[in-house]
């Protein structure tokens, strides 16, 4: 599904992601984990084509990803930011169909799907009307979620959706997200520095330091058996905290 072929990025003459080859399978849900600032949101801007490589490439579903090719490419795609991203002058179900709407989807078409994706999120029916300023957080995410997966895309990004969150909310979400990713069988490649999270979703685990995988695998492998100082401090000190 996803491919990272010696991929670097360099801003300002600095390298925040070293040499990084990678390969995400379909149906897989894989977890970037590590700090704040270790690379890991800028590898997830790279498939978005948001920004774009220093060398090496990055190739979903056999297509490299470049500047003739992503806009086939994001509509596959489905993007999910902390703290939503939605924009503040549309309702939420203006953000929720904008992009069914962009791409001539039919009135009909997009109430099925809404009504779909309201049942698999547990949104609550009167939220769609309001705008993300009169929502919670936890409201917002869903609401997010929903307009990720309008388009059914093959491959969910996910750049710590929970992060902002409370831990009661959280915990919901947390759940809820489990049920989605079981239900809809899309490839996710998300991003947290939170093990619980990376515990309760992955497939595989990649520990990240300073732009460089220091180890992967499955969480229980990560748990117990760190393959560095670096992997042993960063879960024991998220151990030792809860």
């Known amino acids: 599904m996803l491919e990272f072929r010696r991929v670097s990025k360099s801003f300002h003459g600095s390298t925040v992601v070293h040499s990084l080859d990678l390969t995400i399978d379909d149906g897989e849900i894989l977890v970037l984990l590590?700090?704040?600032?270790?690379?890991?949101?800028?590898i997830l801007r790279m498939v978005a084509g948001l920004i774009w490589p220093?060398?090496?490439e990055v190739v979903f579903d056999g297509t490299p990803?470049?500047?003739?090719?992503?806009?086939?490419?994001?509509?596959k795609l489905g993007y999910v930011i902390q703290e939503?991203?939605?924009f503040p002058h549309l309702t939420g179900v203006q953000n929720v169909t904008l992009m069914a709407r962009h791409e001539g989807w039919t009135p009909a078409q997009i109430k099925s799907r809404l009504d779909e994706l309201?049942?698999?999120?547990?949104?609550?029916?009167?939220?769609?009307?309001r705008y993300p300023n009169e929502l919670s957080g936890g409201q917002r995410q869903r609401l997010s979620l929903m307009r990720a997966l309008f388009l059914r895309p093959s491959l969910l990004l996910m750049d710590e959706p929970l992060g902002a969150?409370?831990?009661?909310?959280?915990?919901?979400?947390?759940?809820?997200l489990k049920e989605v990713f079981a239900r809809t069988g899309a490839t996710v490649l998300m991003v947290t520095h939170d093990l619980v999270e990376a515990g309760r979703f992955a497939d595989r685990?990649?520990?990240?330091?300073?732009g460089r995988i220091v180890q992967q695998g499955p969480f229980h492998e990560i748990m117990?058996?760190?393959?560095n100082d670096f992997v042993s401090e960063f879960v024991n000190s998220q151990v030792v905290a809860t």
């Not at 969150?165 to 809820?176: C, K, N, V």
């Open 34 to 42: 590590g700090p704040s600032g270790c690379g890991k949101t800028t």
């Open 54 to 56: 220093t060398t090496g």
């Open 65 to 75: 990803l470049g500047e003739e090719t992503i806009g086939a490419v994001r509509r």
């Open 84 to 86: 939503g991203g939605l």
């Open 118 to 129: 309201l049942e698999m999120t547990q949104f609550p029916t009167e939220g769609l009307d």
């Open 165 to 176: 969150l409370d831990p009661l909310i959280r915990a919901g979400l947390q759940r809820d």
């Open 205 to 210: 685990v990649c520990v990240i330091q300073s």
């Open 224 to 227: 117990d058996e760190p393959a």
